[in-house]
């Protein structure tokens, strides 16, 4: 399996950005799907993830500092999974990580199984 994590870029403290994750291969939609992120100095941490396919949606976890601010999903028939950041703040400033994982859900980064190469989020102040 291969990720591509794209959408990215500059915002203002209070914006929004959309990050999606394109998965390639053998893509199956019961991968669990996540979200990390690495600021500058600090250890990767987990953001949010999402499990396998479901007919209701997926379950949902999130870290407490995003909880109510970002909101991920996935589009099974496009092999997309994405990460609605909303109310950004600069200490959400990072290059973040999509990752894909047999497990059903899980936030752990050791759980993770496959990575797309990361894509550069800023907020300014």
């Known amino acids: 399996v291969q990720l591509q994590a794209f959408g990215g870029g500059l915002v203002q403290a209070g914006g929004s950005l959309r990050l999606s994750c394109a998965a390639s291969g053998r893509t199956r939609s019961d991968y669990a799907m996540g979200w990390f992120r690495q600021a500058p100095g600090k250890e990767r941490e987990f953001v949010a993830t999402i499990s396998m396919n479901s007919m209701s949606g997926g379950r949902t976890y999130y870290a407490v500092s995003v909880e109510g601010r970002f909101t991920i999903s996935r589009d099974n028939a496009k092999n997309t999974v994405y990460l609605q950041m909303n109310s950004l703040k600069p200490e959400d400033t990072a290059v973040y990580y999509c990752?894909?994982?047999?497990?059903?859900?899980?936030?752990?980064?050791?759980?993770?199984?496959?990575w797309g190469q990361g894509t550069q989020v800023t907020v300014s102040s």
């Open positions: 990752a894909a994982t047999l497990a059903y859900i899980t936030t752990l980064e050791s759980g993770y199984n496959y």
